[in-house]
Nanobody
């Protein structure tokens, strides 16, 4: 099973940017679809973005379309989430997740491995 560790979270003002990274280790990264999820206090974990193994396919939740970009560097076993034009409602713990099957999915139940999360706080 792959181990995932997120980094890059922090405190940013509204309108600012952050780039999250997710490093994978412990198992082959090959063929995995990857996703980003987030969970705000008192809310359920929600889908943010997902990317296929070849990076040829991506999906985003509507609230982040045009602002967030998911990408990956398979040579570095790393997935990224570039977040621009951040809003206070983007404040949450952001989680990276790996899915061993190639078909993109948005439900957290379809993902097999999870990182511990990184906090993103956007001040108004």
């Amino acid at each position: 099973q792959v181990q995932l560790v997120e980094s890059g979270g922090g405190l940013v003002q509204a309108g600012g940017s952050l780039r999250l990274s997710c490093a994978a280790s412990g198992s082959s990264f090959s063929g995995y679809a990857m996703g980003w999820f987030r969970q705000a206090p008192g809310k359920e974990r929600e889908f943010v973005a997902t990317i296929s193994w070849t990076a040829g396919s991506t999906r985003y939740t509507n609230s982040v379309k045009g602002r967030f970009t998911i990408s990956r560097d398979n040579a570095k076993n790393t997935v990224y989430l570039q977040m621009n034009s951040l809003k206070p409602e983007d404040t949450a713990v952001y989680y990276c997740a790996a899915r061993t099957l190639p078909v993109l999915r948005t439900g957290p139940e379809h993902y097999d491995s999870w990182g511990p999360g990184t906090q993103v706080t956007v001040s108004s």
